[in-house]
């Protein structure tokens, strides 16, 4: 795949990422900030790493590979952006507030933390892309 049609590709994933983190935003952002007590949740980086590091860079692997790999890469990239998404905009739900003393707000640091991680591995995942297109001869320049 030329390096201009990788590039696209990875940017829809990073633009899918975005846009569901920003979905979050909509569903699960509280009406006011001071209604509840709020917490840094470190639980939903280190899920999204775990998840989404492993299919990105398998991902960006098969992506580079010729034939029905290549295709399957296709399938793993499209996974690879639903779970980075979901789990973005999952980073906003803190749990369901019943009462005022109730801590179940996540913190804008913990929410950009979630979508920093998304998007480190998603550009994990053109990384590996672009080092193996290269290491397998593939002609990256062109296109």
């Known amino acids: 795949m030329p390096v201009r049609n990788a590039t696209r590709v990875w940017g829809v994933v990073m633009a899918g990422v975005i846009v569901g983190w920003g979905a979050g935003y909509l569903i699960w952002a509280p009406e006011s900030p001071d209604e509840y007590g709020s917490y840094f949740d ?11 590091l492993p299919l990105a860079v398998t991902s ?5 590979r010729e034939g029905r790999v290549h295709l399957v890469g296709y399938a793993m990239l499209a996974l690879t952006t639903i779970s980075l998404a979901y789990l ?16 179940c707000v996540t913190t804008w640091p913990s929410r950009l933390a979630a979508l920093g991680t998304a998007v480190l591995c998603v550009g994990a995942g053109w990384f590996v892309h672009r ?3 290269r290491s397998r001869g593939a002609d990256t320049r062109t296109g």
């Open 42 to 52: 470190v639980c939903d980086p280190a899920l999204t790493l775990l998840v989404g």
């Open 60 to 64: 960006g692997f098969l992506l580079s």
């Open 88 to 103: 973005a905009q999952f980073s906003f739900f803190g749990g369901f507030c019943l009462d005022p003393e109730d801590v």
């Open 131 to 133: 080092i193996a297109s």
